[in-house]
């Protein structure tokens, strides 16, 4: 299988390019970049893009698979217009971009708590996408709501440090509904979605399937159990 990914550059992101090469059953990663990574493997095609010209390179996603960490934060982008652009505008075009290319399934990084009628602006606009992206049309979406996502940033982020540290503690009474709050390792969310990926039906489907996975749900994606 063939996948695209977006936001390899991020925490999760980087670890599901990892683990994506790692697998048997991904034959190439398509990686679009503003700027090229490190990384070099024979399986790892990037292509460095204009993110506001993304249909320009419409061919990158003939894949089978679109696997979307894209994301930002308000103070990063530098306005809530900036972060909508990033965080709505581009992934969703990515998704419309896939499924006109063929590409079949769909995954999406999004956050607990998201909803479009939300009174809090980050949430709000990934309730948005999710909302635009089921009505793409994909036979299997997949969307992820982590809450605190614990690993080691490239950037320091002083507000996730400190729930860091706290969260060993605090997910010890998270239980039952609110197990859904745990914080969890970005590894962990990066597991479960390369083997969601490698493992997604492609046959041709009666009707969509939308798959929403939190705390419990990526646990045991990430175990290869679900």
């Known amino acids: 299988m063939n996948v695209l990914l977006l936001g390899a550059t991020g925490l999760t992101g980087g670890l599901v390019l990892e683990g994506l090469l790692a697998r048997d059953e991904v034959e190439s990663v398509i990686v679009p970049v503003r700027k090229p990574l490190e990384s070099d493997h024979k399986k790892l095609r990037q292509q460095e893009i204009d993110f506001d010209r993304m249909a320009d390179y419409a061919e990158l996603f003939e894949v089978d698979v679109v696997i979307c960490c894209l994301g930002t934060t308000i103070k990063k982008a530098g306005s809530q217009e900036q972060f909508r652009k990033v965080d709505y505008g581009y992934c969703l075009k990515a998704a419309e971009l896939g499924r006109a290319a063929g590409a079949r399934g769909f995954i999406l990084m999004s956050a607990i708590g998201s909803s479009s009628s939300s009174t809090i602006f980050y949430n709000r606009v990934k309730g948005e996408l999710e909302d635009a992206v089921r009505k793409v049309g994909y036979p299997n ?14 950037e320091h982020r002083l507000g ?67």
């Open 160 to 226: 996730e440090a400190i729930g860091a540290k706290a969260m060993p503690l605090v997910n010890r009474v998270l239980l039952g509904p609110l197990e859904k709050y745990r914080g969890i390792e970005a590894q962990t969310v990066a597991s479960a979605m390369v083997n969601e990926a490698c493992s997604l039906v492609m046959e041709p489907m009666a009707e969509q399937v939308v798959q929403v996975h939190q705390y419990e749900d990526i646990v045991k994606l990430a175990s290869g159990a679900a």
């Open 141 to 154: 979406l997949s969307i992820y709501h982590p809450s605190l996502l614990l690993g080691d940033r490239p």
